[in-house]
């Protein structure tokens, strides 16, 4: 029978009933596995409402209280990652080792939001004019929402939500409606680790939920992700609407190969980053950009290390490629495999012959290699999000730099070579958000920031680490100055220091 999975409010299950509810797969089967509540106007306010009644006292509770909480919502998480990879793998599909990674990366944006007395320290100048002293503190938003995609239901939450709240901050996460479990799993722990009813609150639904987020004016901040065309709309509604709002989008990740890199290593890399989670990652590789003359070698060994790929139910233990999230999605990626032929590109490996280990009725393709892509082909220009890996062949190194260049998206990209110069000016001449050299997915630590340039982030600051804590707090700056002997009377001037 599907399971019933309600929003949480107020540090509970919501025990109302939805009017509308979606359907959640299991996308190995095909079977549903879930009725997710979607929520009305009314219940976005209950979730609002009962973020904005937690936060006097959340904002109040001191650093060192907050960081324990974190410490031992850490602590569950690590205990329980195995469960809630299961969780993962059960709704999106991915295989379980991928799933305990996204886990895994989660765990580190906690820990570094436990070390948020330290973070949130602000500066002091003594005297900064005569007797006067001038300090910054960082204070929270208020009310914040988090918008999530499907493709990482633990991990792109956990971005978000433990700095939000660190900072003292209350929020409502609205998940995606594919795989919405994995944030009550999340919600039920953050109140095992003793986090007050309202802080967190989870809001399941559709357009209707995000609307009511974007426009309530409760609302202080947005931190959204998916896809570029919905970022967009997100960060000029929430914009228009007062909000701050950091919207990161699509993209279209390229990885360049030049002529003097290691071969081995590169077709593993474009392997592991263009298949992985089946192609449905922000940062996966879906063109390899071959500078001549490597391409024909380089597609041998790809080829040969995709004939080989185990595609099949993500909960068994050798399979290394899952299925996609949906039937729709998968019909839609399967789509450009017609449309990549039909614009004269060379389909090298079809996905749709692909031997699957799993039952027939699940979001099935397998992995799919197409020769000689052009710019100008919907395959190139597209996200696909999906098994579905581009070669473009190039002349130069010059001319794969202008290439990604010219791209709209921006957020990550890979140079595979020998060469520590050209390693160094490719860091410095491209123009996407997040790089990596001889590294394919240059997702980086929970201490920096993640974030891509162009079309696939609207806002100005990015995601967890650093900018994180910008983004969940306001800045105040207070001059003062406690009364002595030398107070000098009535002086209509601008303040001057000296
Ligand atoms: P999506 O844009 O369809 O959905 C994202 C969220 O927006 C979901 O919560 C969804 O319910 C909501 N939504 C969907 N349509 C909406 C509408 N018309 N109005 C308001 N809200 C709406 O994205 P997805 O398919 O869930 O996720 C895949 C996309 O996310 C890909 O484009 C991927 O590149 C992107 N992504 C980006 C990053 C990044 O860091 N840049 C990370 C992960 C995923």
Not at 194 to 199: A, E, M, W
Not at 281 to 287: F, G, I, P, T
């Given at each position: 029978m599907a399971a019933r999975i309600s929003h949480w409010i107020d540090g509970k299950p919501w025990a109302g009933v939805a009017a509308r509810t979606g359907e959640v797969y299991d996308p190995a089967t095909g079977a549903v596995s879930g009725l997710v509540d979607f929520a009305a106007p009314s219940e976005v306010d209950e979730a609002v409402s009962a973020a904005a009644r937690a936060f006097p006292g959340w904002r109040d509770t001191s650093l060192a209280a907050r960081s324990k909480v974190l410490f031992r919502f850490r602590e569950l998480l690590v205990a329980n990652k195995d469960e809630l990879a299961a969780i993962v793998t059960a709704e999106h599909g991915k295989v379980l080792d991928d799933a305990a990674g996204e886990v895994g990366r989660a765990i580190e944006n906690v820990e570094f939001a436990c070390g948020v007395p330290a973070l949130l320290k602000g500066g002091f100048s003594e005297n900064?004019?005569?007797k006067v002293d001038v300090y910054s503190i960082r204070q929270p938003l208020g009310v914040v929402g988090v918008i999530s995609p499907f493709n990482f239901p633990a991990m792109v939450p956990l971005w978000f939500v433990p700095n939000a709240i660190a900072c003292g901050n209350t929020v409502v996460l609205k998940p995606?409606?594919?795989?919405?479990?994995a944030a009550n799993f999340i919600a039920d722990l953050f109140a095992r680790a003793?986090?007050?009813?309202?802080?967190f609150n989870v809001l399941h639904g559709d357009k209707v939920a995000v609307d009511g987020l974007l426009t309530?004016?409760?609302?202080r901040g947005i931190s959204f992700v998916g896809s570029t065309p919905i970022a967009k709309y997100v960060y000029e509604t929430g914009t228009s609407n007062g909000k701050r709002v950091q919207a990161l989008g699509g993209a279209k990740n390229h990885m360049v190969v030049l002529p003097d890199a290691d071969l081995d290593l590169a077709a593993d890399a474009a392997v592991s980053a263009g298949f992985g989670s089946a192609g449905e990652?922000?940062?996966?590789?879906?063109?390899v950009v071959a500078v001549d003359p490597v391409g024909d070698e380089l597609i041998e060994r790809v080829k040969s290390r995709m004939a080989v790929l185990k595609v099949g139910d993500?909960?068994?233990?050798?399979?290394e490629m899952g299925p996609l999230v949906t039937a729709a999605h998968r019909d839609k990626v399967t789509s450009y495999l017609d449309a990549g032929v039909a614009a004269g590109?060379?389909?090298?490996?079809?996905?749709?012959d692909h031997e699957i280990?799993?039952?027939?009725?699940?979001?099935w393709l397998g992995p799919t290699l197409f020769d000689?892509?052009?710019?100008?082909?919907s395959i190139y220009q597209?996200?696909?999000?999906?098994p579905v890996l581009a070669v473009v062949r190039t002349d130069s190194y010059e001319s794969a730099v202008e290439l990604i260049n010219n791209n709209p998206y921006g957020n990550g990209t890979a140079i595979f070579t020998n060469d520590g110069g050209a390693a160094r000016r490719f860091q410095n001449e491209i123009e996407v958000g997040m790089v990596g050299v001889n590294v394919p997915?240059?997702?980086?630590?929970?201490?920096y920031s993640f974030g891509g340039w162009k079309n696939s982030l609207f806002g100005d600051t990015h995601a967890y680490g650093p900018d994180g804590l910008h983004f969940y707090t306001r800045t105040k700056v207070v001059t003062s100055r406690w009364l002595d002997p030398s107070h000098g009377g009535v002086n209509l001037g601008f303040p001057r220091n000296d």
């Open positions: 900064a004019s005569t995606s409606e594919k795989d919405p479990s003793g986090l007050p009813d309202g802080v309530h004016p409760t609302v990652r922000c940062m996966a590789v879906s063109v993500g909960r068994e233990k050798d399979s590109a060379t389909l090298a490996v079809d996905g749709r280990a799993g039952p027939a009725d699940g979001f000689n892509v052009r710019p100008d082909m597209d996200e696909i999000f999906g997915i240059p997702v980086p630590v929970g201490y």
